[in-house]
């Protein structure tokens, strides 16, 4: 059983960088451990975690466009943006440049977090239906259109790219709920991420669902003191 389970993990998180390149491996890497610096500056309500979230994200805009997984790779190119936004936002509302008070949302921000939602499906949608124009260096040559394509991975991609679209809104509005969404989305991205032989990110979801629990516990916990003063 020891080594069935061993010959599984070999498979799973070995096996797939074979066929890699060094250069592919060190940039998954580096977008992990910028990813998760950036998740440790968002714990403690630091702006830092918009400088290291946007490493993380240009690197994986690359990846994940080369994996396939559309839906994760414009998620990312939506967070550049958000983190600019973010980044703006937070310096503005912060008394020493660094650090932000938290609240949690109200019911016409849940309001307009359901539209993005919906609007994020549909949109993520529409682009995995034009896919195969996509994969096929954008000719109509030989390209039907339709998601005929797609395995529960893609699937999956649309939905968490909906749900992380939220939480990144959220994020930048410095509202508790957003870790919420995140908790949901990566707990769902492990398994895909295995699925599409991206192991190292399959590991760091694992991590940022750790990371998401005690950011959402410790905005909570600083909610609660600053109401209390």
């Known amino acids: ?9 070999y498979d799973l998180f070995v096996k ?17 451990i910028f990813g998760t610096l950036s998740v440790y500056f968002s714990i403690k309500k630091n702006i830092w975690v918009y400088p290291t979230g946007i490493i993380s994200t240009l690197i994986y805009v690359y990846i994940l466009f080369n994996f396939g997984l559309l839906g994760d790779c414009l998620i990312n190119v939506y967070y550049t943006i958000m983190s600019v936004y ?3 936002l937070w310096a503005k509302n912060s008394e020493d440049r660094i650090h932000v008070d938290v609240t949690w949302a109200t019911q016409k921000e849940w309001n307009y977090a359901i539209i993005l939602f919906i609007l994020s499906l549909g949109l993520v949608t529409l682009i995995y239906y034009y896919k195969p124009y996509i994969d096929n260096h954008f000719s109509m040559e030989g390209t039907n259109f339709g998601l005929y394509h797609l395995d529960w991975a893609n699937w999956m991609d649309v939905f968490t790219t909906s749900i992380f679209l939220v939480g990144m809104w959220f994020m930048a509005k410095q509202r508790i709920e957003n870790w919420i969404f995140w908790i949901i989305g990566d707990i769902i991205c492990i398994p895909m991420m295995i699925f599409k032989g991206l192991g190292i990110t399959s590991v760091q979801y694992l991590v940022f669902t750790i990371m998401a629990i005690l950011g959402y516990l410790s905005w909570k916990k600083s909610f609660k003191e600053k109401k209390v003063q």
């Open 16 to 32: 797939p960088y074979e066929s890699y390149d060094s250069l592919q491996i060190m940039l998954e890497a580096s977008g992990a």
């Open 1 to 9: 059983m020891l080594i069935f389970d061993r010959m599984n993990l």
């Open 86 to 88: 973010g980044w703006i």
